[in-house]
Nanobody
């Protein structure tokens, strides 16, 4: 059974930092792009960041640029997201995902990610 298990969510104050990890089991994703999405309360899911199969290329939403570096460790089959200088508008449930592609074609399109984590809440207090 393939699973993506996220860890690292929790309450944080505005201006603070939080780190997420997403460990995969059941198969390797070392040849697949991976990404992070979020769903704010009452809103649709939105793209946060993505990384290609070997970590040589990344994409980040404009609101997260320079604040949300994404990285991966293929030896550990794990994806990471570091969130810095958090703002109340970053409050959301955060999900990791694994793409059907190895590269970053259509990286922001959720339906092109075939596996998803369970989601972790990140409330950011002002």
């Amino acid at each position: 059974q393939v699973q993506l298990v996220e860890s690292g969510g929790g309450l944080v104050q505005a201006g603070g930092s939080l780190g997420f990890s997403c460990a995969a089991s059941g198969r390797t994703f070392s040849n697949k792009a991976r990404g992070w999405f979020r769903q704010p309360p009452g809103k649709e899911r939105e793209f946060v960041a993505a990384i290609n199969w070997d970590g040589s290329n990344t994409k980040t939403t404009d609101s997260g640029k320079d604040r949300f570096p994404i990285s991966r460790d293929n030896a550990k089959n794990t994806l990471y997201l570091q969130m810095n200088s958090l703002k109340p508008e970053d409050s959301a449930a955060y999900y990791c995902a694994a793409s059907v592609y190895s590269g970053l074609a259509s990286y922001s399109r959720g339906p092109l990610y075939e596996y998803w984590g369970q989601g972790n809440q990140v409330p950011v207090s002002s």
